[in-house]
């Protein structure tokens, strides 16, 4: 079930979900004059919402290394890693994509031939995952 807080400003009484929190939160209220009390109950649904991968580029002279982070987040602030799910170059990219850390998106081109690189990848913020982008390096 869902988490969150109540907050009142004047007549308005607002729900607010909890960081992170996802479900469903059920609210039985009373509104009462000097004659009659009428009781309801409110149902409050909220989901997950999908972590944001952002695409990049960057264009660099042949055989020059270089240190990058990409980029994404979480709409809901919940925290995310990088996954990668593919690289591609002018030659094999493999010995091109080093370091890499899944837990901010770093990694290091160690410098290729000229061409264009790419590594494609989404951020995950452990219930969902983002759509797929690139990240484009142009070696001139």
């Known amino acids: 079930d869902g988490v969150g807080t109540f907050s009142r400003q004047g007549s308005v009484i607002s ?17 009462a004059d000097e004659t009659e009390t009428a009781t309801a109950t409110v149902t409050f649904n909220y989901r997950n919402s999908a972590p944001i991968a952002d695409a990049g580029s960057d264009t660099l002279p042949a055989n020059t290394p270089k240190h990058y982070q990409l980029s994404g987040h979480d709409p809901d602030g919940d925290p995310v890693i990088f996954l990668v799910d593919g690289t591609s170059g002018p030659v094999d990219p493999g010995p091109y994509f080093q ?3 899944p837990a901010d998106g770093s990694f290091d081109f160690t410098g290729g031939p000229a061409g264009v690189w790419e590594i494609v990848f989404r951020v995950f913020d452990g219930s969902e995952a983002s759509s797929q982008v690139r990240f484009t390096i142009t070696t001139t």
């Open 15 to 31: 729900f607010t979900a909890a960081k992170g929190s996802v479900g469903e939160v059920d609210v039985t209220y009373q509104i």
């Open 99 to 101: 370091n890499f850390n």
